[in-house]
Each structure stands twice: as structure tokens, then as C-alpha cells.
């Protein structure tokens, strides 16, 4: 997946168009420290930009989802957005309820027929459960989403099951009601991290996770390989040691 996702050049301008309120070629160029002929190409052939940002009629250009934090936009492409706090704060059913309709909204399948909405459940008690093993954490404004599906052209694919997103970072957490590791779901796991780092910004490093609700306590915690990297494997119950890893709360 090495140059198929962004280069440098294409990482610095799609990221100085969703950072800013409108900005113009001249001016990308200038920030990112490019001719402004190279800018131009990108601006019309990069996947990124071609799918997630437009231009107005002065040709100033705008990211469909900003690279800030929160980063506005991106409920736009969620079946459900709201930070951590909005979550705890709503009940099971009324989260399942605002879930199951931005799904539709965003043309998520829900044909049940493999117990999607069971597996729903199954990630509102995870997720829950994650949020009160890190009560020590100021969580409250972080941002959370629910069936990610950033599709909005036909170059870009984005498909997360749960994106937790703290300052700094983004936790990609797919989840299996499993508890055997299979290689195919670790690769469904690793897969759009690379893009998800290209869209919320230079700013957040982006950790893949394959999150096993059925393994219980069988996996603490376990880096497994994946593409040229590796990504984290857990049991539901052990999904804390995953963001102890890389926020490093538990030594505090």
C-alpha cells in the first residue's frame, strides 16, 4: 500500500486545504513550499482531494471534513457521531435508534440476516465498558463514531466499525464477536488506517485494532502483523490496554 495511499506532496496540500476556512492555489503553494503547477495537478488528479474537498466559485478550496479538533464534517459520515460524553449519556436503545438511523442515511446495509444489530449491541457494551476503565481520562470531549463509511466518490474507501478519536490520536477499532484471531479480519483491521491518517491530519497518528468481544481476558494485549506494520489484538474486556499502550495512562 505504499504509494497507492498519499505522498508527501499530496499529504501537505490536502492537509493545508482541510485545515483552513478557503484557501486558494497560490496559497498552498506557498504554504507547503511547492510551484504552484505541481499544486495544480494534484488539485485535479489527487484521490484525496478529487473525492473530499471542492472549490467555490472564487476557487478557494474546502475539505469536506476538517482537520481540527473535533473535526467537523465527519458526522456527515458516521450512523452515529458525538463525543464520549453524548454517549454515556445516552441509553442503549435510543443509541441504537440514532445509530440505526444515520445508517441509513449514510447507505449502510442493515439486512440482519448475520445479527448486525446484535453486533451493535455487542459494541455499545463494549464501548461502555472502555469508557469506565478509563475513568481516570478527561474522555468527555472526545470524539466518537459509529459505522464510519466515507465513500463520497469512487476513489477513496473508508470503513470502520468504531473510531474513538483523543487529542493526538485515533484508535480504528474493528470488532469480531470471535475469539480466535483470523488473518483475513487482522488485514480488514489494518486497511484503511493509512487513509484515516491522510484524513484527519499530520496532527493524528492512527492505531488499527481488531477488538474479540467473545475472547474474554484472552487477549491483554497482542501486536500482531499486519501488511509492514502490525496492529493490536484484544480481548472486549482488555480494550483499555490498547489505549494504555499509546496514551500511557496507567503510569501516571
Not at 492555489?25 to 484521490?47: D, F, H, M, Q, W
Request: proline residues 3%.
Amino acid at each position: 500500500m505504499a504509494r497507492s495511499v498519499a505522498d508527501n506532496a499530496e499529504r501537505a496540500i490536502y492537509a493545508c486545504i482541510c485545515s483552513r476556512n478557503g484557501v486558494k492555489a497560490r496559497e498552498i503553494a506557498s504554504a507547503c513550499g511547492l510551484a504552484k503547477k505541481t499544486v495544480n495537478r494534484y488539485l485535479y488528479t489527487s484521490p484525496f482531494i478529487c473525492d473530499l474537498c471542492y472549490h467555490d466559485s472564487d476557487w478557494r478550496w474546502y475539505g469536506l471534513v476538517h482537520q481540527g479538533f473535533p473535526h467537523e464534517g465527519l458526522a456527515d459520515y458516521c450512523g452515529w457521531y458525538g463525543t464520549a460524553a453524548d454517549f454515556l449519556a445516552t441509553g442503549e436503545d435510543a443509541w441504537l435508534c440514532a445509530l440505526e438511523a444515520g445508517c441509513a442515511r449514510i447507505g449502510r446495509n442493515l439486512n440482519d440476516t448475520r445479527g448486525l444489530i446484535h453486533s451493535f449491541r455487542d459494541e455499545y457494551a463494549t464501548v461502555t465498558r472502555l469508557f469506565s476503565d478509563l475513568d481516570d481520562l478527561d474522555f468527555a470531549g472526545w470524539e466518537l463514531c459509529f459505522e464510519v463509511r466515507i465513500k463520497r466518490g469512487r476513489r477513496v474507501r473508508i470503513y470502520t466499525d468504531v473510531l474513538v478519536i483523543a487529542p493526538g490520536w485515533a484508535f480504528s477499532l474493528e470488532f469480531k464477536m470471535k475469539d480466535t484471531i483470523e488473518p483475513e479480519e487482522v488485514a480488514q483491521a489494518a486497511k484503511y488506517a493509512p487513509f484515516l491518517e491522510v484524513v484527519l491530519g499530520p496532527g493524528v497518528n492512527v492505531v488499527p485494532a481488531l477488538v474479540l468481544t467473545r475472547a474474554t481476558d484472552l487477549f491483554t494485549f497482542e501486536a500482531v502483523p499486519a501488511g509492514e506494520g502490525e496492529i493490536a489484538v484484544c480481548s472486549g474486556d482488555m480494550l483499555f490496554n490498547v489505549f494504555d499502550e499509546y496514551l500511557e495512562f496507567l503510569a501516571r
